[in-house]
């Protein structure tokens, strides 16, 4: 699944240096679980995100394993440190291969 | 063979124990399973983890369940009314804050949801935590 696929992500513009700051993360992405059936009870093929992860200039924020029970449209909520100004990078790698990713900076002062 | 009063009590109870004995639902030992994997058959504490979840979920497909384990470096969630019981796997780097997270999950009926943490000093924690649901959400 290629098609539609939009990350989202939160990120405050602005920390302190050492200030925990709460990260909001969303994708649109079906996340077919393989458990369904089509109208002819057929089994729908498994397609979903199978691992995202959060960098932060670098250096590993948290990386999450999903399985098929994960929602639709995956949605993440953590809280990550900030020691310098820098840029956050977010990654999603979709089991057909794809990797989907984003970024977004913040300024600590 | 002439079935007296007290025959038919026995063979009754025994019956009974039987059903009781096969009729536990298969998903929870999966679980269980996937925990012995997980863990290496680690004898599991509490206290040190919490789950934050819905006591009732309406809907199955997106149930919200918060998780948090000061000192963690991983935390599993397990459903054990799933047709699979793994959901997700959250491994904290060297900047998370804190080690809590959140997520929406699906649920296929009322199930227990269990979180298993793994400790910095390789030590593991279980905590888990009942949601009743009223809608599935595995799909037909």
Request: zero cysteines; a negative charge.
């Given at each position: 699944m290629a098609s539609g696929v939009k990350p989202r992500v939160k990120v405050p513009k602005s920390a302190s240096a050492g200030e925990a700051i709460t990260i909001k993360t969303l994708i649109s992405h079906?996340?077919?679980?393989?458990?369904r059936k089509d109208g002819d009870g057929n089994v729908i093929p498994r397609s979903i995100i199978n691992r995202f992860t959060t960098d932060f200039n670098g250096e590993n924020v948290i990386d999450v394993t999903l399985e098929p029970a994960i929602s639709t449209n995956p949605y993440f909520e953590f809280e990550a440190t900030v020691p310098e100004s820098g840029e956050f990078t977010f990654t999603w790698y979709d089991d057909d291969g794809d990797v989907y990713d984003t970024s977004k900076k913040i300024e600590v002062s | 063979m002439e079935l007296t009063r007290r025959k038919a009590l026995a063979l009754g109870t025994s019956a009974l124990v039987l059903t009781g004995l096969t009729g536990m639902p298969a998903f929870a030992s999966l679980t269980e399973d996937a925990i012995t994997e997980l863990t290496g058959g680690a004898e599991l504490g509490e206290g040190a983890v919490s789950i934050t979840a819905p006591e009732i979920a309406e809907n199955g497909n997106t149930v919200p369940i918060e998780v948090s384990a000061p000192g963690a470096v991983a935390v599993t969630l397990f459903a054990?009314?799933?047709?699979?019981p793994a959901v997700a796997t959250f491994n904290f780097g060297p900047l998370a804050a804190s080690q809590t997270a959140s997520t929406r999950i699906r649920l296929a009926t009322t199930q227990n949801v269990v979180a298993v943490a793994k400790m910095q000093d390789g030590s593991f924690q279980k905590a888990s935590a009942n949601v009743k649901v009223t809608i599935g959400g595995c799909g037909g």
């Open positions: 079906k996340m077919e679980s393989g458990q | 054990d009314g799933n047709p699979v």
